[in-house]
């Protein structure tokens, strides 16, 4: 090794450039997970998860996150036909891709959790809080995965509710097995060219011939595009115009003597993000389909599946908020900016703060509705819950809404804070940005979603008055709070459900939706992290929770106009705690609020 050499090497790039966070551990690090998982889930149930959540944390930001990274590099590739020349069109994925799915369906079944006693040595399902613990953890390593996984999960919840039994019994054991060489992964096949979210529009025509229904016709997004088996829309020849004609059919890959079903994938997309997973085109040519449930029902019964899958995007995209805080903790912590560390300049800070306060917002309010989820099934053995249902028709759009919005920013500005580094394609930040895009699309855009929280969820099925109900008992338990601060947040859920109601009046007021969706967003997160705060604060004596709130109300609901001058001493000492780790007395929060 030459001088020169030596001279190079004697500098550690890490300290100089900002570490990432290689080999961290995702659960162990995510203190407000934690408390929050305390607070939802019994116990003994917490007891037993623990040490498979601590697993998959470390896995996540290891192994999983390097597998990944390769699988994001080498996207599958659509191979039209065999060697021998033959129409048999396959898609090759890198091993890497591999080995994600032998992780997250294999080694922890999370596609079988909410369906399967006996995963990971519990003798019942889970419920969706904890389901979606381990959503959270792995897709702050993996995305792209994310979509099979839930596809496949609420596609299984579609055919328990809808499908004969027949059907049951033929795929649901397949889709929930944990071995992986006999899982059959689940795909939705919904758009066409004719119709994205205008699902009235679909023009796949099913027919039935022979004594089986057959599908014709092409869709334009498919996602998990050689899936074993895909659940899709079609119309049945001769049935009604509009949504209404439309049946909920399921589509094998292969036929019951093992001959490639009659549909072909035409090319894959080249997308902006989620590149591990294939997205493709299909052209249905006479494909053998079986219906589920009603044929007159079939939009209804894919809704179902529509919005288990809309939760589980809420959830991802929170994912990836905590993964852009994650890497930006390791930044502002250790990159050494004018001969400082940049936790020292206030600037730094607050982008920080305004970095992790989305990420905590969408962490609530999808614990508070995957419960929701919980209570609406009956888990546990629990009576169904006609209230939770209301309460989880309006907080999955909710949730959805802002959460996947929230992301598009939050994965940019941590990109910002590593500097030029975070435009590199060896760093996590180009990776979470693209994918953080996908969020406000799939399952809707940000305007169909919010029309459908306002015109549906409001004005159609009141849903609004049982979740404002949810939220004034959640202030009613927190009577550790700030009197002057329990008043105020009770106000503003009056507030944001008046708003609410006022946009689902009439059609024009429509226009409204989003800036209505939005402040219910702010509001409902406001509560649950006063709530979560004093929860905590009883369980294990922190109230930090508390201050995340005050910051919503501060910077989300009472924003500064753009001329306002104020400089709050407070807030700066709320800054210092909150990137601090040293737990914080109620009364030090009642006075600094």
């Known amino acids: ?69 390769l699988a994001n590099q080498n996207p599958p590739i659509l191979h039209v036909r065999d060697r021998f020349g033959r ?26 959790m909410s369906h399967q006693s006996g995963i990971l040595g519990w003798p019942h399902p889970f419920p969706a809080v904890a389901k979606h613990a381990f959503t959270y953890l792995f897709n702050q390593a993996e995305f792209g995965l994310g979509c099979p996984i839930n596809v496949t999960d609420s596609g299984v919840h579609a055919l328990k509710l809808f499908a004969d039994e027949d059907i049951q019994e033929r795929f649901v054991p397949r889709m929930t097995t944990t071995n992986i060489d006999k899982l059959w992964q689940g795909a939705q096949f919904m758009t066409e060219r004719e119709g994205g979210s205008d699902v009235a529009n679909i023009s796949t025509e099913a027919k039935f011939e022979g004594g089986d229904w057959h599908l014709y016709g092409e869709k334009w997004f498919c996602s998990n595009a050689d899936a074993a088996v895909s659940l899709l829309l079609a119309r049945p020849e001769g049935a009604v115009g509009g949504s209404r004609g439309l049946g909920l059919f399921i589509m094998p890959r292969n036929l019951d003597d093992r001959r490639r079903n009659r549909y072909r994938i035409i090319r894959l997309k080249d997308k902006l993000g989620t590149r591990s997973m294939a997205s493709g085109e299909v052209k249905l040519e006479g494909a053998v389909a079986y219906p ?3 044929l007159e029902n079939g939009l209804k019964q894919m809704l179902e599946m529509v919005n288990w899958s809309r939760l589980s995007n809420g959830v991802k995209s929170a994912a990836l908020m905590r993964r852009a805080v994650h890497d930006a903790t390791a930044v502002i912590h250790n990159r050494i900016v004018f001969g400082q560390p940049l936790i020292k300049k206030p600037l730094a800070r607050r982008q920080f703060l305004k970095i992790r306060l989305p990420a905590e917002q969408a962490l609530s309010l999808f614990m508070f509705t995957a419960e929701a989820l919980d209570r609406s099934e009956g888990y546990g053995g629990n009576t169904p819950s006609q209230e939770a249902t209301a309460i989880l028709r309006l907080a999955t759009p909710v949730l959805k809404f802002r959460a996947t919005r929230d992301a598009r920013q939050v994965t940019g500005d941590s990109l910002e804070m590593r500097g030029g580094l975070g435009y590199i394609e060896e760093w996590i930040n180009p990776r979470l940005v693209r994918d953080a895009h996908l969020g406000s699309i799939w399952e809707g855009s940000g305007n169909v979603v919010a029309i459908d929280a306002v015109a549906r969820a409001v004005r159609r099925h009141h849903c609004h008055k049982p979740f404002a109900a949810a939220l004034h008992a959640r202030l009613d338990e927190a009577d550790e709070l700030p009197a002057s601060y329990l008043r105020k947040l009770h106000l503003f859920v009056d507030k944001a459900t008046e708003l609410m109601d006022w946009a689902a009046s009439s059609g024009e007021n429509e226009s409204h939706a989003r800036r209505a969706v939005s402040t219910l967003y702010h509001t409902s997160t406001a509560v649950l992290m006063a709530w979560e705060g004093a929860r905590t604060f009883a369980l294990r004596g922190d109230a930090r929770r508390v201050l995340w709130s005050w910051l919503v109300v501060q910077h989300r609901i009472n924003s500064l106009g753009p001329f306002e001058i104020k400089k709050d001493r407070n807030e700066e000492i709320i800054s210092e705690i909150l990137l601090g780790l040293n737990d914080v007395n109620m009364n030090d929060v009642a006075e600094l609020m």
């Open 1 to 69: 090794m030459s001088d020169l050499d030596k001279k190079e090497h004697s500098v550690d790039g890490a300290a100089v450039l900002a570490p990432d966070t290689t080999d961290w551990n995702f659960y162990a690090v995510d203190q407000d997970l934690r408390d929050i998982l305390a607070i939802y889930l019994k116990p003994s149930l917490l007891a037993h998860l623990d040490p498979h959540l601590m697993e998959l944390g470390m896995m996540a930001a290891g192994k999983l996150d390097r597998a990944s990274h």
């Open 87 to 112: 129409d048999e069109e396959w898609i090759e994925y890198h091993p890497a891709y591999r080995e994600l799915e032998a992780v997250a369906y294999g080694h922890f079944g999370i596609h079988a």
């Open 292 to 294: 589920i449930g009603a």
